[in-house]
C-alpha cells in the first residue's frame, strides 16, 4: 500500500498543475490587455506607411462578401488588397469582382494562378501575392477573417521600431449558432488564446510565432528569411514564418487588437477534424510544447483528483477550484479582454469543450493524414508530403 500512497500522492501533485496554469493565464491576460499603449492605434498617428494585404482564397466562406468588405472599410490612407486564387473556376472570384465595383476608392487586385514552389498551395500563393505587391509592408490575413475599421493602424503599429520583425494577433469567432461552431469558437478565446498569453508572458512579453489569422511583416524580413518560397513544403507555415524573423533577432509582436473567424455551419466531425489537423501542427512544430498541453486539460485532472482524494474536503476543492480558474481565465481573457460574446453568454459549453479538446489531443499523438482543403498529405520533419490522388 505504501507504493500506491506514492503514487497516488504523484498524480494528486500533478493534478494541481492545470490550476497553476489557469493562474497563470489569469496573470498573463491582466498584464497583456491593460499593457502599454504603445501598439494602439493613437499611440503613432503619423505612423501609417503604405500597406499590401495579402489573401490567398480557396473556396467560399460563410458570409464571405462581409469578410472581404471588412477589410476595404478600414481607416488608413494608403493600402492595396491583393486576392489569389488557383484557376477561373474559383467560386470567390464574382464575390471580388462585386468588392471591387462597391468599392472603386479601394486598390484590389485580383490575381489567379501562382507557380507550385511547393506542396501548400496557400504558401504558393503568398509567394506570387509577395512579389506583386506594391508596398513594402504585407499583412496576410485568411479568407474568413472579418476586421474592425482600426485593424490597419492597430497591426501596423508596432512595425514603427527599426528592428520590428513582425506582429500577429489573437482571433475570436462568430458563429451561425450551432452546437459544434459554438464548441470550436469558444475555444478560440478561452483555451488557445490563454495558451498564447501564457506563452507570451514566459517569453518576456514576446513570441516566437505567428498566429495564421493575421501576419504582418515587411519585405525586408522576409527576403532575410528566403521568402514565402522556403516554407513553401511546411504544414505550418505560420509559425515557420514567426519563428525564423524571430531566430534572427526581430521581436515578433502580439497585438491587442483583436480580429474575427467566421466559422461556417458545422457538424461535430468538421470541428473533429479542424481541432485535429490544428492539434497535428502544433504537435509537429513544437513537440514537447504538445505534449505539455496534457497539463492546461484542467477538466480531466480535476476529475482524477476528485477520485484520488480520500475526503470530501478534497473532492470538493479540486471541483471549486476548477470551476472557478476555469470561468475566470475564460471571462479575463475572451470575454473582458478579447470581448468575446460567445465566451460571456455560453459558459456552459466550457466544460463540454474541455472534455472535446482533450479527445482530440489524444487523437492526435496517431498516425494522422492532414486533411487539407480537397488534399490530403503525411507530414515527415514538418513538411507536408501530398498523398497522390486516387484514379477514378
Known amino acids: 500500500m505504501t507504493g500506491w500512497t506514492a503514487v497516488r500522492d504523484a498524480l494528486l501533485v500533478l493534478a494541481v498543475a492545470p490550476f497553476a496554469y489557469y493562474m497563470a493565464a489569469i496573470i498573463a491576460a491582466g498584464k497583456f490587455f491593460r499593457g502599454s499603449a504603445a501598439d494602439a492605434p493613437e499611440a503613432r ?18 458570409e464571405t462578401y462581409e469578410n472581404y468588405a471588412s477589410f476595404c472599410r478600414q481607416d488608413y490612407p494608403e493600402f492595396e488588397i ?19 465595383r462597391d468599392f472603386p476608392s479601394c486598390s484590389i487586385r485580383l490575381l489567379i494562378g ?3 514552389v511547393g506542396a501548400s498551395d496557400k504558401v504558393n500563393k503568398l509567394c506570387r501575392m509577395a512579389r506583386e505587391a506594391r508596398h513594402e509592408v504585407v499583412i496576410v490575413t485568411d479568407s474568413d477573417v472579418r476586421v474592425e475599421p482600426g485593424f490597419l493602424r492597430a497591426i501596423v503599429a508596432p512595425l514603427r521600431q527599426p528592428k520590428a520583425g513582425g506582429v500577429t494577433c489573437l482571433y475570436r469567432g462568430l458563429t451561425d449558432g450551432s452546437f ?8 478560440n478565446s478561452a483555451d488557445f488564446a490563454p495558451g498564447v498569453l501564457v506563452a ?5 512579453s514576446r513570441v516566437d510565432f505567428m498566429l495564421g489569422a493575421v501576419m504582418a511583416t515587411t519585405k525586408e524580413r522576409l527576403a532575410e528569411i528566403g521568402g514565402f518560397e522556403s516554407l513553401a513544403d511546411y504544414l505550418c507555415d505560420d509559425y515557420e514564418l514567426g519563428h525564423r524573423i524571430a531566430a534572427r533577432g526581430y521581436p515578433v509582436e502580439l497585438s491587442r487588437f483583436p480580429v474575427d473567424i467566421v466559422y461556417p455551419h458545422e457538424t461535430l466531425g468538421d470541428a473533429f477534424r479542424h481541432q485535429l489537423r490544428w492539434n497535428l501542427a502544433i504537435r509537429h512544430s513544437r513537440p514537447w510544447g504538445h505534449l505539455g498541453m496534457i497539463f492546461t486539460h484542467g477538466l480531466v485532472w480535476a476529475v482524477a483528483g476528485t477520485f484520488l482524494a480520500r475526503s ?4 470538493l476543492g479540486f ?10 481565465v475564460a471571462l479575463s481573457v475572451g470575454a473582458r479582454g478579447m470581448r468575446d460574446p460567445i465566451v460571456r453568454q455560453k459558459q456552459w459549453l466550457l466544460p463540454l469543450r474541455d472534455a472535446f479538446a482533450f479527445v482530440v489531443w489524444l487523437a492526435s499523438f496517431f498516425p494522422q493524414r492532414i486533411h487539407w482543403r480537397d488534399r490530403q ?11 497522390p490522388r486516387r484514379g477514378p
Request: charged residues 20%.
Open 312 to 315: 470530501w474536503p478534497g473532492v
Open 45 to 62: 498617428p503619423d505612423f501609417t506607411p503604405p500597406v499590401s494585404i495579402l489573401k490567398p482564397i480557396y473556396g467560399l466562406d460563410r
Open 82 to 100: 491583393l486576392f489569389c486564387v488557383t484557376d477561373k473556376s474559383e467560386p470567390a472570384i464574382p464575390v471580388i469582382e462585386n468588392l471591387a
Open 319 to 328: 471541483t471549486a477550484a476548477y470551476c472557478l480558474l476555469r470561468v475566470e
Open 114 to 116: 501562382s507557380e507550385p
Open 200 to 204: 507570451w508572458l514566459a517569453a518576456g
Open 180 to 187: 459544434a461552431a459554438d464548441l470550436e469558437a469558444i475555444g
Open 377 to 387: 498529405f503525411y507530414v515527415r520533419d514538418k513538411r507536408l508530403v501530398p498523398i
